[in-house]
């Protein structure tokens, strides 16, 4: 298999065998479900998925960079700043 494209949670990934890639879900144990397969003179398209589903093995969970969320309203002397930091899962393909 050369690469993958995958769904997890909505989000689509493009995903090689044996390469790390981040993902915004913790999780041990997680299932992807195929959209498209590319091997090396072969194309697989699924309608809207492939039957076949991969296993993602967890290699480091982490937090993320923080995203700051500032509100402000003018003249009235209002200032609010809120952090969010989101939970990263650095996963690899099993081939």
């Not at 590319?38 to 309608?47: A, H, L, P």
């Not at 993320?64 to 002397?77: D, M, S």
Request: aromatic share 8%.
């Amino acid at each position: 298999m050369k690469y993958t494209i995958i769904e997890i949670a909505g989000k689509q990934y493009r995903v090689e065998p044996n390469k790390p890639f981040e993902i915004t879900l913790q999780g041990d144990a997680l299932e992807a479900k195929v959209l498209m397969e590319v091997d090396d003179n072969k194309i697989q398209i699924g309608k809207p998925y492939l039957k076949n589903s991969v296993k993602l093995k967890t290699l480091e969970q982490k937090k993320g960079e923080k995203i700051r969320v500032a509100k402000f309203h003018a003249k009235a002397n209002y200032r609010r700043v809120r952090g969010f930091r989101p939970q990263i899962s650095k996963v690899v393909l099993e081939a």
